[in-house]
């Protein structure tokens, strides 16, 4: 990234994603964490005091006042990225916010439209994208080098701890296995081999009314196939294989991270290790400064169309297993 001038960031939300990101920031050059914000201001002056930013609000309204603030870092709740996104936009912020970037279809399109209308930047911080493992991985199919693909099998599960009133087990948080973590699954699909010519799924719904367990099934042309899973109950492999005509490309555990990744060639393993010494965020982070740099409205990797896209995949799921957000 060319040394150009410093990017002031605003981070609304300050939990545990939140404190992952603002410490990788503080990585990437030309970036400061600026002013962040909470609904409770001791947690945002404690938040900001040490990550050194300048200003704490107590509510997201302030910040996004803020003039000198470039560009704010959504890591809210799931239901609350909608209103929060379009506050920072109405007030001529550049947004990167949290996956999903909104509950369900209309919403994205309203916040994709809003950043359009005023003419600045927003990305869904789908952070594998940006990963150099996972480019190595698109690149190598991309390069044919391995023959067609013939399937994709990917995984993300872990124990939640057993508090129903959690944000994990709230549907009124957007709470389940789908959205929180079920999306990378589904990402992986998307990003691989586009969009499905048909979906079908089904879930466990627990007694709070979310999705502890989600298995997705997707099929595309020329009888290509894959196969996601999602759980909040136990913990899983969370790997990515993809089956090629010659051979397979394993993404190893925690395949939406910064990870490693393993060829297998005529049974033989060809292992890939790529040397990441930060929670991984840093990446997306340097790609949003380098594109407001370049005065874009809109990523080039993780496009508008993308987003719209996923939430397409994820309220196609939600209607299979019979979910419903209030």
């Given at each position: 990234m060319s040394k150009q001038r410093t990017?002031?960031?605003?981070?609304?939300?300050?939990?545990?994603?939140?404190?992952?990101?603002?410490?990788?920031?503080m990585t990437v050059p030309g970036a400061i964490v600026y002013g962040v914000a909470s609904r409770d201001l001791q947690k945002?002056?404690?938040?900001?005091?040490?990550?050194?930013?300048?200003?704490?609000?107590?509510?997201?309204?302030?910040?996004?006042?803020?003039?000198?603030?470039?560009?704010v870092y959504i890591a809210t709740p799931h239901v609350f990225h909608y209103e929060n996104t379009l506050l920072c936009l109405q007030h001529q912020k550049a947004v990167l916010c949290?996956?999903?970037?909104?509950?369900?279809?209309?919403?994205?399109?309203?916040?994709?439209?809003?950043?359009?209308?005023?003419?600045?930047f927003l990305m869904e911080a789908l952070w594998t994208y940006f990963l150099p493992?996972?480019?190595?991985?698109?690149?190598?199919?991309?390069?044919?080098?391995m023959g067609a693909i013939k399937s994709l099998k990917a995984d993300f599960g872990f124990k939640a701890p057993p508090?129903?009133?959690?944000?994990l087990f709230n549907k009124k948080l957007g709470g389940g296995s789908l959205l929180d973590i079920g999306i990378y699954p589904l990402f992986a699909s998307l990003s691989i081999l586009g969009y499905p010519k048909t979906i079908n799924a089904s879930a466990t719904i627990g007694t709070t009314g979310v999705d502890e367990s989600c298995s997705i099934f997707?099929?595309?042309?020329?009888?290509?196939?894959?196969?996601?899973?999602?759980?909040i109950t136990k913990k899983t492999n969370t790997e990515a294989i993809i089956e090629m005509e010659k051979g397979t490309i394993h993404i190893n555990s925690q395949f939406y991270a910064p990870s490693?990744?393993?060829?297998?060639?005529?049974?033989?393993?060809?292992?890939?290790?790529?040397?990441?010494?930060?929670?991984?965020?840093?990446?997306?982070?340097?790609?949003v400064q380098e594109m407001l740099y370049a005065n874009k409205t809109e990523s080039t990797i993780m496009t508008f169309n993308k987003s719209i896209q996923l939430i397409q995949l994820l309220d196609a799921v939600r209607e299979k297993i019979g979910l419903v957000y209030l």
């Open positions: 990017i002031k960031w605003g981070i609304v939300g300050c939990g545990k994603i939140a404190h992952k990101f603002a410490q990788d920031l945002a002056t404690d938040f900001g005091k040490k990550y050194n930013a300048l200003y704490y609000y107590g509510s997201y309204e302030e910040l996004a006042k803020n003039l000198e603030i470039d560009v949290e996956k999903p970037l909104g509950m369900h279809l209309h919403q994205v399109q309203e916040m994709i439209a809003c950043a359009k209308k005023n003419n600045v493992h996972y480019i190595y991985v698109l690149k190598l199919i991309e390069s044919k080098e508090v129903l009133e959690g944000r997707l099929e595309y042309d020329q009888g290509i196939t894959a196969s996601l899973y999602s759980t490693s990744v393993t060829i297998y060639k005529n049974g033989k393993p060809e292992p890939k290790h790529f040397s990441v010494e930060t929670n991984g965020y840093n990446y997306e982070a340097i790609h």
